[in-house]
Each structure stands twice: as C-alpha cells, then as structure tokens.
C-alpha cells in the first residue's frame, strides 16, 4: 500500500471525494505533452494490476500491469499526435483540501509507468491501452547470454539488465540453477523470471515507478466490507516441489498444500530449504472474495486487507486482483 499522509486516510473514506489525474506523456522522438483529467474521458481511466491469476493462488506469477483511457478528440487536438509507443508516467491525487477561493490542494500518487501498446482512433474520441516494464521481458530468453551454473539472484540480474529494466536485487538467497538444458526454446524473459519467483516464494511486479521487482504479500490496516457472507477460507499447510526429475519434495502437510510442476530450473530442492516458505507462506490464510468499493488508488495488488463480511465475521486475506477506476469503484479481489 503507498504511504499517504493523516489528512488522506480521514477524507478517502468519506463521501465527496474528487481525484485528479495527470499523465506525463513522452513520445519515442523525445518530445512530452501533458494530458489531465479535463483531456480523459469520464470513467475510462482503468489500471489493472495482479499478484497471481484471478480465481486461483499461486507462486511466482509475473503479471503484467495494465492502462486504459479514452480521450477526449472531440475539437480534433490529438489529431496531429501518434501515441505509439509513447511513454505515459501516470499519477493520480485525493483532493485534499479546497480554499475559500476554490483553490485546490492534491496528494499526488504515482500509479505507474505504462508504454502504449494499442491506440484505436473514433471520430470523437482516442482508445488506449498502455502496459507496464512486466511486458517489456516478453522478448525470447534464447537471446540472453547466461553462463550456468548460476545462482536465482544472478539470473534475475542478468535478465533485467537483458532487457534495459531497471531492477531490485531480490533477497532470495543463495540457490543455484545448475543446467538450463530443460528451459523451453521458446521460453520469454519473462517465463524465466516467474520461474525463478517461483522457487523464491515471491511474485514479480513492476513498482509505481517502473522498476521491476520481486515482492511478497504484505500486512495493512485497510478494511474491506462485503455484503454477503464469506466462507471457503483455508489456510495453506504446505508446499510440494516437483523437480525435473519428477521427484516431488514436501515441506509441510498435504491438508491444503500447493503445488509447483513443470518448473523447467527446478532441478533440486534446494529452495525448499529457504526459510522464506515457513516464514511467509506455510500458515498463509487465504479467504476467497470479490467486491465492488470506493475507489483508493493507494491500495494495491498484494496488499494483506481485513475482510469484513454481512454477519460481521472477518477474515484477513490478500489481495491479488484489483482494478481501480478513476471515477467509479474499483473491483478487488
């Protein structure tokens, strides 16, 4: 969850609300323009964003964050502009206070850096989708130039700095890959980077400001009200590997373990050895839900949030889903 000040956390709960959004456009010749709020079209400022895939909890999951707008061409001001490829350094703010004179102070939050993908052209109006750095590993790992044996750290490392990312080091220890010989020809960067989040026990995200990063779910105070009851909640016992070798390693129990096959630089279990798997994911409790709330564009995907259901039950549980709308609700799940 992005830090926010005092002044936020009272006025995002409360009715009234208005948001501004601005995005810092750069276009591949290097020239920048400014689009706001007044230039998006009302509630087609949508971002997408996932920690695993929606109806399922997994490890490792390397999800590609998403934009999409809709401006406003209605006076023909974009008509000379090519969007292409063009970078969007995308921010939203609370209104946190307005003057006498109407003067307005915003709270600014950074929600990512997105490069368009897609632009579709209507008489009145421009349709874009934009993703973020996560796509920029869907180039073929073949062209990596990797020496084995090398540890998941390194490989990390080497793949972002492949592909031009900027990068975290990940805290992941000190595993090994020994041999590649099992990676698909037609592996991508960023199958190779999910594979090693895998073994890790974390996701891989691109942060708010492009920088690609492994993460794990971490605790907040945010409060979610559902207004049906909640049930299926379980809590993970254990977690079973199952080498290149097709032999399956256990840690913990099977009453509710995950599984993780056909994991190509798995060629030991060594990683089970972590403390990463007891630490953070044995005891996990997961509770499945989907819900339709006031729009917070500080919440984010693998945020821990309190889940209070329609008897008054609640459960803590993370999110994995979420997309946020400028103006309307955002769907979290």
Not at 130 to 154: E, G, H, R, W, Y
Not at 159 to 180: E, M, Q, R
Request: net charge negative; glycine share 6%.
């Amino acid at each position: 969850m992005q830090n926010t000040s005092t002044l936020y956390k009272e006025l995002i709960k409360q009715s009234g609300r208005m948001f501004r959004a601005r995005i810092a456009v750069t276009f591949p010749d290097g020239s920048s323009a400014e689009l706001t709020d007044e230039n998006i079209m009302q509630s087609s400022f949508v971002i997408t964003t996932g920690t695993s895939d929606e109806g399922s909890f997994s490890i490792g999951n390397a999800i590609i964050g998403q934009l999409d707008i809709e401006l406003d061409n209605s006076d023909g001001r974009y008509d000379n502009m090519t969007f292409e490829d063009a970078e969007f350094d995308t921010r939203v703010a609370l209104i946190v206070r307005q003057s006498y004179d109407n003067v307005l102070t915003p709270e600014w939050l950074r929600k990512g850096i997105f490069t368009v993908e897609e632009v579709t052209v209507d008489e009145n109006y421009i349709k874009i989708t934009a993703f973020d750095n996560m796509s920029k590993l869907d180039t073929p790992f073949s062209d990596v130039n990797v020496t084995f044996p090398i540890t998941l750290k390194s490989l990390f490392q080497t793949i972002c700095s492949a592909c031009s990312l900027p990068y975290d080091t990940p805290d992941i220890g000190n595993i090994t890959v020994g041999k590649n010989q099992e990676i698909p020809e037609e592996a991508s960067c960023r199958d190779v980077i999910s594979y090693i989040a895998q073994l890790a026990c974390r996701f891989v995200y691109a942060d708010v400001n492009g920088t690609i990063k492994m993460g794990w779910y971490r605790d907040t105070d945010y409060i979610i009200g559902e207004r049906q009851k909640l049930s299926g909640s379980v809590t993970i016992s254990g977690v079973q590997l199952t080498d290149t070798g097709d032999i399956a390693h256990r840690l913990g129990t099977a009453d509710y373990c995950l599984m993780i096959d056909d994991n190509p630089i798995a060629t030991s279990a060594d990683a089970l050895s972590e403390p990463v798997w007891q630490d953070d994911l044995i005891g996990m409790s997961l509770t499945p839900f989907e819900a339709e709330v006031l729009s917070d564009p500080a919440l984010e995907a693998g945020d821990i949030v309190t889940v209070s259901d329609l008897h008054g039950n609640t459960y803590r549980t993370p999110v994995t889903n979420l997309t946020y709308r400028l103006d309307g609700k955002m769907t979290v799940s």
